[in-house]
């Protein structure tokens, strides 16, 4: 999938395999798992596997989680969602 979305600051793109070690930093984090309702992951296996997972929704749904970089520096800063409703067909 190739999905891309640039603000003044910002790309929203893909997943990729190359975002594990960030994946890993904030889903390993309590604290920001404490607002996602998850609980923290305790490797960088997890982390890619939660890429996985991420990537075979945009085969299976055309859509996921996508990464959230820093323009200027491209560094990897956090993930973000656009979410259906599929229940209504209805983008949230």
């Known amino acids: 999938m190739q999905f891309l979305i640039e603000t003044e600051r910002l790309i929203l793109r893909e997943l990729r395999n190359e975002d594990v070690n960030g994946m890993f930093e904030l889903n390993s984090s309590l604290e920001v798992q404490r607002y996602v309702g998850n609980?923290?992951?305790?490797?960088?296996?997890?982390?890619?596997?939660?890429?996985?997972?991420?990537?075979?929704?945009?085969?299976?749904?055309?859509?996921?989680?996508?990464?959230?970089?820093?323009?200027?520096?491209?560094?990897?800063?956090?993930?973000?969602?656009?979410?259906?409703?599929?229940?209504?067909?209805?983008?949230?």
């Open 39 to 92: 609980k923290p992951i305790k490797s960088l296996e997890e982390a890619s596997r939660d890429i996985e997972f991420i990537q075979n929704q945009y085969l299976k749904n055309g859509i996921g989680r996508l990464a959230v970089v820093e323009k200027e520096t491209g560094l990897f800063i956090g993930w973000g969602r656009i979410k259906v409703d599929y229940r209504r067909n209805e983008w949230l």
